[in-house]
Structures are given as C-alpha cells and as structure tokens.
C-alpha cells in the first residue's frame, strides 16, 4: 500500500480508510504517532500540526482521530480553514473524506436510496409547507412523506432513549463510560434490562419525571411539541423490538474508546405497507456524521432501511 506519491505507508497506515464497518469492529488502541506520519510523506511541520494538542499547548502523542475514523470524520471537525496544509496531507492519505462527496455520491457509496426533492423556501433554514406554514427541514420532509402515504413518527423523537439513559444511570450503568477491558457482560446486560424496563411501561417512566423530560426534550425547539403522546407513538410506529434492538445494541458495543454514536434515531422514520423505513434529510451539498455514523454502527449491522433526501428549493 503506497501514499501518494508511490511511497510505501507505514504498517499502522497499510489500513483501508473507507471501509464501511461499525467504528466498534474496527476501533484499535494503537494511535498514529508522528514517526508514522512522517514516514507516510507528511512533512515534519505538518505532523506537528497535526499532533497539537490546542488546550493543553503542547502536542499529543497520536493523531486525536483513529486513522480508521480519517475518512470519516468531517472536515470542520478538524479545523475550520478547510484547505490548511496540514488537514490536506491527512485527507491525501485517506483519499478524501466523506463530505467532500456530494448528497447523491455519498448515498451511491454507502448502498443506499437516494431522493431529490424539491420545495418552497422560506427565510433562512426554514420552508414554506403546502399549507402556507413555515417550518423546519424536518417537519416539512415529514408532512410530505405523510402525503406520500407514510405513517410517521413524530419528528425529533428522542424520548425513549433519554429515560433508558436515566433508569441505567440510576443503577449505576453508564454505556458512555463502558471500558474496552474492564466493563463486564452482566454490567451491560443489565444496561439492556433498563431498555426492557422502559420500553414494556414507557408511559409509567415518564410519568415519574414528566417536566424533566418535556424540558430536556424540547429545550433547542421553538414549538415544544415532543411530549408523553409523541413518545409513546413513535414506540408504536418503530415497534418495541425494533427499538430495543437499537438500544440494547449501544449497550453491547460502546466503550468510551471506540466513541460509538448515541443510539438517536434518524429525525424522520415511518412505515409504510408495514415496512419501516428511516431518513436524513439535508439542504447542505453533503450529509454529514449524524448520518454515516447511525448507519455504519446501526443500519448495517442490525439491517435497517435508510434512505438519503436532499431537498433544494423550487427553482422561480
């Protein structure tokens, strides 16, 4: 395996960097140093740059990314001058990265459906729906797919997944400080029983902590409408199975190395014709890590529908 340039990469870089496996099976200890670096073609002044540590002013001693994770991260992650030489040299090595990749290319290269839709725009990030209603991408997507024959679920619905997160916090299990070598299978079976907990009585769970639960959940939305009834319907439309194979499968795999993503679900899912399908939707020219990152550690592996929408505005 050669860098550009034909030089042969250092063995902690002979990896392929667009692979499509969830970060978990592919997540290693081993770091990228600068000695890797270097001998992978990057100039000595770039690899220091790479390995600068900006909060602690001094550098690191790997790469702060995983190069299994290069490919994948998205370019503003890294640093907001997208052409700064050092961030280059990285992505020459990786072949890119997933966002430079247009909405169209990116569903092309993960296997999946892609829809181009168009729509009125309103100010801003806002559209104008067919009823003359200004709203967000979402819920205009989501009254669309409604008319399209959809029964959706509610957009934004996160509530199963903050009160699984409290009742396992409660007994002391905590997914997000899982430790590769340390925690043991009973630790995470019983994080997996906080999800049978909340999902066979989800109307009981929030009934214990209705406020916190409205607050938390609509704290960045301006029309607070993710309620105890908006829960409990999008348990009716993902399925109770559905969504515990989602939860539990955080609570099996995430270790706060491997920094496998919060089980969220997609802003959009419905079904139609009895089958479940889920969606990102983007006004952006490329989705960005909320979307592979669902998809690589949930959609693959537990074999969910996704589909990619981009929506541009009505041409006058």
Request: net charge neutral; proline share 6%.
């Amino acid at each position: 395996m050669a860098a550009p340039g034909g030089r042969k990469l250092p063995k902690r870089l002979q990896i392929d960097f667009k692979h499509k496996k969830p970060c978990y099976e592919v997540y290693t200890p081993k770091g990228c140093n600068r000695r890797d670096l270097v001998h992978a073609g990057i100039s000595e002044e770039h690899a220091d740059a790479l390995l600068w540590n900006d909060y602690h002013k001094k550098p690191m001693r790997y790469t702060l990314i995983r190069p299994e994770e290069w490919f994948w991260t998205d370019r503003d992650w890294w640093e907001n001058e997208k052409e700064s030489p050092h961030l280059k040299a990285m992505y020459d090595l990786a072949g890119g990265c997933f966002t430079d990749l247009s909405p169209s290319e990116q569903a092309g290269f993960l296997g999946l459906p892609f829809q181009a839709e168009t729509g009125k725009k309103g100010r801003g990030l806002m559209w104008i729906d067919d009823g003359g209603e200004t709203v967000d991408i979402v819920r205009f997507m989501h009254r669309r797919l409604t008319s399209l024959g959809y029964d959706m679920m509610p957009a934004y619905s996160q509530g199963c997944s903050l009160m699984v997160a409290n009742i396992n916090r409660a007994d002391k299990v905590d997914p997000a400080f899982f430790d590769e070598d340390k925690t043991s299978v009973e630790e995470r079976e019983l994080a997996c029983k906080g999800v049978d907990d909340v999902l066979s009585r989800p109307s009981e769970v929030w009934d214990r902590k209705p406020d916190y639960y409205f607050q938390i959940l609509n704290t960045l939305s301006s029309r607070k409408d993710y309620d105890r009834a908006a829960m409990l319907e999008t348990v009716r439309v993902i399925g109770v199975e559905t969504y515990a194979r989602i939860l539990k499968h955080y609570c099996m795999h995430r270790t706060y190395q491997n920094q496998m993503n919060h089980p969220g679900l997609p802003p959009l899912a419905g079904r139609k014709n009895g089958k479940l399908q889920f969606f990102f939707i983007t006004q952006q020219a490329s989705f960005r890590i909320e979307a592979h990152a669902f998809i690589r550690n949930y959609a693959y592996p537990l074999k969910l529908d996704v589909s990619l929408i981009q929506l541009t505005p009505d041409k006058a």
